[in-house]
């Protein structure tokens, strides 16, 4: 039996309830690991107030000039979410002998008015979009604190890179760069590339006496800073106030869709094509340290 398939276009509300679920597919957006900005339809500024202010005695004579009068700061980032897409084709005569030769794939958002084969595709395609687009974003993470942070936020990684035994001493390195007022607000995090985990399971493995690093499940914790795990690249670490790395999107962006289709009118392949936006930010860079 011939397959014959009616092209789909998911956009507006269907598109959203997808987008939407390829998103909280990746634990950096499911758990809340950043800041998340989920309706930028254009450029939009990202502000955070900062500030330091200490009691001080009455003095009716009070001279601001040689007070300690604290400090109010203001960081303004911007982000303007760019227009990215994923692509891929499906050849239905492998799917000709199997249950999709049949009338599975007629015409048909997610568990509303879709066939079986786009909802077995969506399934498959739906977590490997989510990773890509979470590697993407923290490599972009990575690639801009290169830029936007000092020489003196910066800590060079280890010759021999992160090891068991060195774990510890430079997370240390790390933790004790972070600024303390940021650790007093208890949004201070240190992110870690995911293969750093095992290291600090075996490292307190090794340690007879007491553990180095508070492991509960998924919840890792240093010196009592939360310790997360994101694709950063091995032998990296970046830390600061998790409120203050963006990841900026817009879900319902009329120009975003996702389309399943034949690749040409001559031919039966079907494609599959995903279109939405993205952008991120670190807000106040003086804040944030980079291991790498």
Same mark, same amino acid.
């Given at each position: 039996?011939?397959?014959?398939?009616?092209?789909?276009?998911?956009?507006?509300?269907?598109?959203?309830?997808?987008?939407?679920?390829? %998103?909280?597919?990746?634990?950096?957006?499911?758990?809340?690991?950043?800041?998340?900005?989920?309706?930028?339809?254009?450029?939009?500024?990202?502000?955070?107030?900062?500030?330091?202010?200490?009691?001080?005695?009455?003095?009716?004579?009070?001279?601001? /000039? !040689?007070?300690?009068?604290?400090?109010?700061?203001?960081?303004?980032?911007?982000?303007?979410?760019?227009?990215?897409?994923?692509?891929?084709?499906?050849?239905?005569?492998?799917?000709?002998?199997?249950?999709?030769?049949?009338?599975?794939?007629?015409?048909?958002?997610?568990? %509303?008015?879709?066939?079986?084969?786009?909802?077995?595709?969506?399934?498959?395609?739906?977590?490997?979009?989510?990773?890509?687009?979470?590697?993407?974003?923290?490599?972009?993470?990575? !690639?801009?604190?290169?830029?936007?942070?000092?020489?003196?936020?910066?800590?060079?990684?280890?010759?021999?890179?992160?090891?068991?035994?060195?774990?510890?001493?430079?997370?240390?390195?790390?933790?004790?760069?972070?600024?303390?007022?940021?650790?007093? +607000?208890?949004?201070? *995090?240190?992110?870690?590339?995911?293969? *750093?985990?095992?290291?600090?399971? %075996?490292a307190n493995l090794y340690e007879n006496y007491k553990e180095k690093f508070i492991i509960n499940g998924? @919840?890792?914790?240093?010196?009592? +800073?939360?310790?997360?795990?994101?694709?950063?690249?091995?032998?990296?670490?970046?830390?600061?106030?998790?409120?203050?790395?963006?990841?900026?999107?817009?879900?319902?962006?009329?120009? /975003? @869709?996702?389309?399943?289709?034949?690749?040409?009118?001559?031919?039966?392949?079907?494609?599959?094509?995903?279109?939405?936006?993205?952008?991120?930010?670190? *807000? *106040?860079?003086?804040?944030?340290?980079?291991? @790498?």
């Open positions: 039996m011939p397959i014959t398939y009616n092209p789909k276009l998911f956009s507006g509300d269907y598109y959203a309830q997808i987008y939407s679920e390829t %998103l909280t597919t990746a634990k950096t957006l499911s758990n809340n690991y950043v800041h998340i900005m989920p309706n930028v339809k254009t450029e939009q500024f990202v502000t955070t107030f900062s500030a330091s202010i200490t009691e001080q005695d009455y003095a009716s004579d009070f001279d601001p /000039a !040689t007070a300690d009068r604290g400090s109010v700061t203001i960081s303004d980032e911007k982000v303007m979410p760019l227009k990215k897409m994923f692509f891929t084709t499906v050849d239905p005569e492998t799917l000709r002998f199997t249950r999709f030769g049949d009338d599975k794939m007629g015409a048909g958002a997610r568990n %509303l008015t879709i066939t079986e084969f786009e909802n077995k595709l969506l399934d498959t395609l739906i977590p490997q979009m989510a990773r890509s687009i979470e590697v993407a974003f923290w490599s972009d993470i990575k !690639t801009l604190a290169g830029t936007k942070l000092a020489a003196g936020n910066k800590i060079a990684k280890n010759a021999s890179g992160l090891t068991v035994s060195n774990i510890y001493g430079e997370m240390e390195k790390v933790w004790k760069a972070i600024p303390s007022q940021v650790r007093a +607000t208890g949004q201070a *995090v240190i992110y870690a590339d995911e293969s *750093v985990k095992d290291l600090m399971i %075996l998924d @919840s890792v914790s240093f010196l009592g +800073t939360a310790v997360l795990f994101v694709p950063l690249g091995a032998n990296t670490m970046f830390a600061g106030n998790k409120n203050e790395v963006v990841f900026a999107t817009d879900v319902v962006n009329d120009e /975003a @869709s996702i389309e399943i289709g034949k690749l040409n009118n001559y031919g039966d392949k079907l494609f599959f094509k995903s279109v939405y936006t993205r952008d991120k930010a670190i *807000v *106040v860079p003086s804040q944030k340290i980079l291991y @790498s």
